[in-house]
């Protein structure tokens, strides 16, 4: 199990520089939490790596990172490129040279030079002797960035599972919950994850996870505009402009287009399938927290649950905290 956050970690990280970062490498974007000069620093991108191949990406402005003397190119341009990416959701990702590159492209990109480090495995590939092996082989990794300079890697690097850390970034500031059974729902790009704690500890083993990500909202939305506009952007900020303002203006002109009952289908899911698989067990729960990037989308039709602050980067932030404790000893 894993020990939750002593109290007095969020006051103490305004007083210190940029010592510890908390790194959430989602399947779908990737996100970085530390604090610098009492100042938030925050990353966000989508995760897109691809081996660097000369002949394909020549004259594109990429970011790239070497692993172990392999380049690769990381970002959106490789989407609009329409150059292959690696498939972030196969369970061999984590850890994969690709994955170092990401990894690589947080720590450069924030010029992190600082102590500890902390990220996260999906739930359901969780248990203490991978987390231990994942952070062992990231230290063993030769890591360069765009220029050559090698990425120096933290001393103290923590695997926790990811949605652990929507947990800490909540009960850092809501004590009174920290001795209650909590059941937190991390709701991605591409997954659905759900992680149990109890009295503060994590409940190894007794994760769940489900390719329910609000991907599958925004591609019943297209199929949506499809069906009455016409063909629709790729892009997810076009789908977010519609869920939230119920219109989407191009070159121009404006379409409207209520997905209400798309929202509405999704939520209904969430629910039975979160009450399907816990059973009885939803009698012992006292609150379900809820975070990752797919909360903004709705977060005015929830009830019942409690959305945490800043959820997208919930994960990394508690990651973060996590550290702070380590560092603190």
């Known amino acids: 199990m894993i020990s939750g956050l002593k109290e007095t970690s969020i006051y103490k990280e305004r007083r210190s520089e940029m010592d510890v970062i908390g ?67 196969r369970e061999d990702f984590v850890g994969s040279p690709s994955y170092m590159a990401i990894l690589g492209y947080v720590l450069s990109h924030t010029n992190f030079h600082g102590k500890v480090l902390v990220t996260g495995l999906p739930p359901t590939f969780y248990y203490k002797k991978r987390a231990e092996e994942l952070s062992e082989l990231i230290k063993e990794q030769w890591i360069t960035d765009d220029m050559g300079k090698p990425i120096l890697l933290p001393e103290i690097i923590k695997v926790i599972p990811q949605g652990a850390g929507i947990f800490f970034s909540f009960v850092i500031n809501h004590p009174s919950i920290f001795e209650e059974n909590v059941l937190v729902v991390d709701i ?127 994960n990394a932030r508690g990651f973060y905290l996590y550290g702070k404790q380590l560092l603190q000893g």
């Open 23 to 89: 790194i959430d490498i989602g399947y779908g974007y990737t996100k970085s939490f530390t604090v610098a000069s009492e100042t938030q620093r925050k990353l966000i991108f989508q995760t897109l790596v691809s081996p660097y191949t000369p002949e394909i990406c020549f004259g594109i402005n990429f970011g790239t990172i070497t692993v172990n003397r392999k380049k690769y190119a990381i970002g959106e341009e490789l989407m609009l490129n329409q150059i292959p990416c690696e498939t972030t959701t």
């Open 188 to 314: 991605g790009y591409y997954t659905l994850d759900i992680v149990f704690f109890t009295k503060g500890k994590y409940v190894e083993g007794a994760a769940m996870s489900f390719p329910m990500g609000v991907k599958r909202i925004y591609d019943e939305i297209r199929k949506k505009f499809g069906r009455i506009h016409g063909v629709f952007s790729k892009d997810d900020e076009s789908i977010e402009e519609i869920i939230r303002y119920g219109k989407y203006t191009h070159s121009g002109k404006e379409y409207q287009l209520n997905v209400t009952d798309i929202i509405n289908s999704y939520r209904s899911m969430i629910s039975s399938t979160i009450k399907s698989h816990l059973g009885d067990m939803v009698k012992l729960i006292d609150y379900i927290l809820v975070g990752g990037g797919g909360v903004n989308l709705f977060r005015e039709t929830m009830s019942g649950v409690i959305p945490v602050e800043d959820p997208q980067f919930a």
